[in-house]
């Protein structure tokens, strides 16, 4: 089962950019994360996020994320061509390890 | 973090036969998921594997398509039985991490295509 939808479905940008990348969910949340997927290849953890924190940074890229209107949002500032991947966030419930993820962002960054 | 290796990396198989896909952890974990991922989707959750007991198998997913095997903490198996073309999917393993801090890590997938 899909936890909610990501929005956009599929984003294209020029070099330099930021993307921004926009992650609904249903149920109560531990914490939430995203991960990035190069071409169907195993997925890479890029940000977790806890339910009690509001924001938070890493390199060129910030997540935000709004537990009363359960979305959180990704943000890649000054975007390069190496960014092109899909995008997916995954939500980690309070009982239970699974991950549920969402629909995915696919990005494109053109040079 | 846990490093997986993940086997086969691809295949090709022939419909109604059965493929066996390996995951070993370098670490000792408690919990190891098997996804799915249908071609252009999202990850979709198959299964939890706990050692020492049955998989949890999430709805829609049965135990006798999908048989999962957890013989100890850092060794696991799915396989795809009798599989039609509509099995064809990317099929990973992953691990949580022991730090809350940090996100799960994924085995590199395994490519199936049921001819």
């Known amino acids: 089962s899909q936890q909610g939808e990501e929005d956009p479905q599929a984003l294209s940008i020029q070099e330099g950019e930021n993307a921004t990348m926009n992650c609904s969910y249903k149920?109560?949340?531990?914490?939430l994360q995203w991960y990035r997927q190069n071409s169907g290849r195993g997925l890479v953890h890029l940000i977790l996020i806890r339910s009690n924190e509001r924001e938070k940074h890493s390199g060129r890229l910030r997540v935000t994320l709004d537990t009363s209107k359960k979305s959180s949002s990704l943000l890649i500032t000054a975007s390069r061509a190496a960014d092109t991947a899909s995008y997916f966030c995954a939500t980690k419930g309070n009982q239970g390890g699974k991950l549920i993820f969402g629909q995915g962002t696919e990005l494109s960054v053109k040079p | 973090s846990a490093v997986i290796s993940q086997k086969p990396s691809r295949d090709i198989c022939q419909r109604g036969t059965s493929l066996t896909i390996q995951c070993q952890v370098d670490?000792?974990?408690?919990?190891m998921f098997w996804y799915r991922q249908q071609p252009g989707q999202s990850l979709t959750l198959i299964a939890t594997?706990?050692?020492?007991?049955?998989?949890?198998?999430e709805s829609g997913f049965v135990i006798d398509k999908f048989p999962i095997s957890r013989p100890n903490l850092t060794f696991s198996t799915l396989t795809v039985s009798n599989m039609s073309p509509e099995d064809s999917s990317i099929y990973l393993c992953s691990v949580g991490s022991h730090r809350g801090s940090e996100g799960y890590t994924f085995g590199s997938g395994t490519r199936l295509t049921v001819v």
């Open positions: 149920t109560s949340i531990n914490n």
């Open positions: 670490s000792q974990v408690t919990m």
């Open positions: 594997a706990n050692q020492g007991s049955e998989a949890t198998y």
